[in-house]
């Protein structure tokens, strides 16, 4: 068992910066329905290895591109550079959209769901679902319209693009019948050690799939206002406990093979990325020690951050001596989150003296959880006497905070405005208006190798094109 996993995990590193970021190695690369003289890939070995291949898309190049579109961190070489200043160039996109599809990514949960359907694994079912919910859901997100419905089908060699409303759609229906067979259980009990989110724990995943289901909801609640009570209500269904012991994460460890592909990233690349410029300002501003925790200090003492278009290259660096060091486990969708949704619902139903008690609840326990880490001397905001429009930019902004490295806080800003893109002097940090004057990208380019292969995929796809649920 534990082999199978220490299998996984060695080639995770070796994956996520290689051009086509498919895993390779015992039980990673084999043909499921492929009988040798060695061994039968069990449904099992497959969500080993879609779980590995999963880390790299949610953790990889999509996570940093984002965290530059939201400003969190900053782009100051060689493509990152370009990224930054709204130049972006599709071959970058290239690996994970393969990922996604391939080996490991959804060829693979196909076959995994097919045969734990077939032999009534419904434990194991539900988690390969959850996991395909997570990520097509974020790549409609990324992307606006993606292959779905014929994707990793030998029948389809040239997909269709479902629209962004139909994959949200199909993901919202994929978490219910993941909630249903969660509910199943299943005679042959899933080994703990193949889950590496929440071992098995059903109570859990029900849980995080509600949270997961709150949050596509909401990111539709821009055109859809019926979906603010949607999604209140899985949202109270969601992740509760506030020690994080519930919040789905990612496994990493220390071992060279086991470590956060950030941390790798930085290792291998370290003058490429750095703070993003409105983070720091909001942070600053604010008198928030989250500051301390996420950036590390620059040549001078201080924490630099810089915006599009900027000179300075001295931008301070993500902290991975410290909190994002190697063994830093990405939350994916957390308490943290499910509360911010909530807070968020309250206020669009009109019960704001709701909203900005879960508000501070929320900061009084995101407070608490860099205490329990070590950060003793920490401080987080609060809010007493605000209301409107203010109340809502206070909500967005401490979520954009919290959700630091998440690439849920794109879709955030596009349906509600917040945070607005200014600098500690009040000036625009829009990147687009360095060139094109058209502001903030709203989407990520599509892969290159998918436009000059697929011919159902737009061409001539522009990074301020507006994706479906953000319209206006």
């Not at 390779?24 to 290895?49: H, I, M, R, W």
């Not at 370009?82 to 690996?95: K, M, S």
């Not at 040549?299 to 830093?328: C, K, Q, R, Y």
């Not at 405005?417 to 600098?423: A, C, V």
Request: aromatic content about 12%.
């Amino acid at each position: 068992m534990v082999k199978y996993i220490k299998t996984a995990i060695v080639f995770l590193s070796m994956s996520f910066f290689s051009c086509e970021n498919f895993l390779t190695g015992p039980l990673l690369d084999q043909n499921p329905n492929e009988v040798d003289d060695v061994t039968v890939v069990s449904p099992e070995a497959l969500l080993v290895g879609t779980q590995v291949t999963m880390y790299g898309v949610m953790e990889g190049y999509l996570n940093r591109a984002v965290s530059m579109v939201m400003q969190q961190m900053s782009g100051l070489q060689t493509d990152y550079y370009r990224d930054y200043n709204c130049e972006p160039i599709d071959v970058n996109t290239n690996g994970r959209w393969t990922a996604m599809y391939g080996t490991g990514g959804l060829i693979d949960m196909n076959t995994t769901q097919e045969v734990a359907q077939r032999q009534e694994r419904h434990v194991l079912l539900g988690i390969s679902q959850m996991w395909e919910a997570l990520v097509f859901s974020t790549a409609a997100d990324i992307w606006g319209d993606v292959p779905y419905s014929q994707a990793a089908n030998a029948e389809f060699a040239q997909p269709k693009f479902d629209s962004q409303k139909e994959v949200h759609e199909a993901m919202l229906s994929l978490i219910d019948d993941a909630i249903i067979n969660f509910d199943k259980g299943q005679v042959f009990t899933l080994p703990s050690d193949f889950d590496f989110t929440f071992s098995s724990d059903i109570e859990k995943w029900k849980r995080a799939a509600y949270t997961l289901k709150s949050r596509i909801l909401l990111n539709w609640a821009e055109v859809e206002s019926d979906n603010y009570s949607l999604a209140l209500e899985a949202a109270q269904e969601g992740i509760v406990d506030e020690s994080g012991d519930g919040d789905w994460k990612a496994l990493h460890g220390a071992a060279i093979s086991e470590r956060n592909v950030w941390f790798q990233f930085f290792l291998s690349n370290p003058d490429y990325m750095g703070a993003g410029k409105l983070l720091v300002d909001m942070l600053k501003r604010e008198n928030d020690d989250r500051l301390g925790i996420y950036f590390l200090q620059s040549g001078a003492n201080e924490i630099t951050g810089v915006s599009p278009g900027d000179s300075i290259l001295n931008a301070s660096m993500l902290n991975v001596v410290g909190h994002f060091g190697m063994s830093w486990k990405p939350e994916f969708v957390s308490w943290y989150e499910n509360k911010f949704i909530m807070a968020e619902c309250y206020y669009n139903l009109g019960n704001e003296e709701a909203a900005l008690q879960v508000l501070n609840q929320t900061l009084s326990g995101l407070e608490q959880k860099w205490i329990s880490t070590g950060y003793n001397d920490i401080t987080i905001p609060r809010y007493e006497d605000v209301s409107g429009a203010i109340l809502l930019e206070a909500i967005m902004n401490e979520k954009y905070k919290a959700l630091f490295l998440n690439i849920q806080s794109w879709s955030d800003w596009r349906r509600t405005g917040y945070p607005r893109f200014l600098d500690s002097e009040g000036n625009s940090t829009e990147c687009g208006l360095q060139n094109s004057g058209v502001g903030v990208p709203r989407r990520l380019l599509y892969p290159e190798k998918e436009k000059t292969t697929n011919p159902n995929c737009p061409q001539g796809d522009n990074i301020y094109d507006r994706v479906e649920n953000d319209p206006y």
